[in-house]
């Protein structure tokens, strides 16, 4: 840990959290006065965050993870994007950052990753992802030619879809992170446990999924590392192994709240 985490950790939480909000109110004004605006707008089809303080909570959007099922059923449309942790707690006060619920959901990386070369192979959701993905994906003949000569820890961090899950639910810090983290693979289960927080009373459907083989097929020794290398920290935070045989013992320590230590 370096100097200045050590000092941001020695701080309360919600002393933190107000230094932050106050200079990013003070020096980004217009763009915080665009996020405000975006807490009042009433949609059904795209971005707001609106929904989050109906609710009291905050969703923290992983792409790849069932988001946009959620957002759907639980907010009515697409909440906050793919917005990091961090960011929200420059949207929010500290007061309301620390009293809304916050939940994201994971995915086991190897199988994130099919399921985002597959989704961006394919068209994405939008320009964006085309354009991306023709420029950075095509030229690859296969999955495994993509991991071997594509995934580094730089590239990764080129375009969200790839980014570490762990990127977008602990802020640079380590100061904050979810009250409540689903797994993809137990959604079932831990969505029951997410609606009921909310007090909504609705089931998840699964929308916007990626149609390929099971992710295990697509890997080779190489690949399996290559990806257990550049996703080091989600394996170790979240608790992942390649075939999921961990996963009793990650909803285990999540439930004992010793899932992560941020």
Same mark, same amino acid.
């Given at each position: 840990?370096?100097?200045?985490?050590?000092?941001?950790?020695?701080?309360?939480?919600?002393?933190?959290?107000?230094?932050?909000?106050?200079?990013?109110?003070?020096?980004?004004?217009?763009?915080?006065?665009?996020?405000?605006?975006?807490?009042?707008?009433?949609?059904?089809?795209?971005?707001?965050?609106?929904?989050?303080?109906?609710?009291?909570?905050?969703?923290?959007?992983?792409?790849?993870?069932a988001g946009v099922s959620i957002t759907t059923k639980l907010y009515g449309n697409l909440a906050g994007g793919h917005l990091k942790i961090e960011d929200y707690t420059?949207?929010?006060?500290?007061?309301?950052?620390?009293?809304?619920?916050?939940?994201?959901?994971?995915?086991?990386?190897?199988?994130?990753?099919?399921?985002?070369?597959h989704f961006l192979s394919k068209g994405g959701m939008n320009d964006t992802d085309k354009l991306w993905s023709k420029e950075n994906i095509s030229q690859y003949t296969?999955?495994?030619?993509?991991?071997?000569?594509?995934?580094?820890?730089?590239?990764?961090?080129?375009?969200?879809?790839?980014?570490?899950?762990?990127?977008?639910?602990?802020?640079?810090?380590? !100061?904050?992170?979810?009250?409540?983290? !689903?797994?993809?693979?137990?959604l079932d289960d831990d969505f029951t446990e997410i609606s009921h927080n909310l007090n909504i009373a609705v089931e998840i459907d699964k929308k916007n999924q990626s149609?390929?083989?099971?992710?295990?097929?697509?890997?080779?020794?190489?690949?399996?590392?290559?990806?257990?290398?550049?996703?080091?920290?989600?394996?170790?935070?979240?608790?992942?192994?390649?075939?999921?045989?961990?996963?009793?013992?990650?909803?285990?320590?999540?439930?004992?709240?010793?899932?992560?230590?941020?």
């Amino acid at each position: 840990m370096n100097i200045k985490n050590r000092l941001v950790n020695s701080l309360p939480v919600s002393f933190f959290l107000w230094l932050r909000w106050f200079k990013y109110r003070s020096k980004k004004r217009s763009r915080y006065e665009f996020f405000q605006a975006q807490r009042q707008i009433e949609t059904t089809d795209t971005y707001s965050y609106k929904p989050f303080d109906d609710t009291k909570s905050i969703f923290i959007h992983i792409p790849k993870c069932a988001g946009v099922s959620i957002t759907t059923k639980l907010y009515g449309n697409l909440a906050g994007g793919h917005l990091k942790i961090e960011d929200y707690t420059r949207i929010f006060s500290p007061r309301e950052f620390l009293n809304y619920y916050k939940f994201t959901v994971v995915r086991n990386p190897w199988d994130r990753l099919v399921s985002s070369y597959h989704f961006l192979s394919k068209g994405g959701m939008n320009d964006t992802d085309k354009l991306w993905s023709k420029e950075n994906i095509s030229q690859y003949t296969d999955f495994k030619t993509f991991v071997k000569e594509w995934v580094t820890p730089e590239n990764v961090m080129k375009y969200y879809h790839f980014i570490p899950q762990t990127e977008f639910i602990f802020d640079v810090h380590n !100061a904050v992170k979810p009250d409540f983290i !689903a797994f993809l693979e137990t959604l079932d289960d831990d969505f029951t446990e997410i609606s009921h927080n909310l007090n909504i009373a609705v089931e998840i459907d699964k929308k916007n999924q990626s149609n390929h083989d099971d992710y295990k097929s697509y890997y080779d020794a190489e690949t399996i590392n290559i990806v257990a290398e550049v996703y080091e920290r989600d394996i170790q935070l979240l608790g992942y192994n390649f075939d999921n045989s961990s996963l009793k013992k990650q909803v285990c320590k999540r439930n004992l709240g010793q899932l992560t230590t941020g």
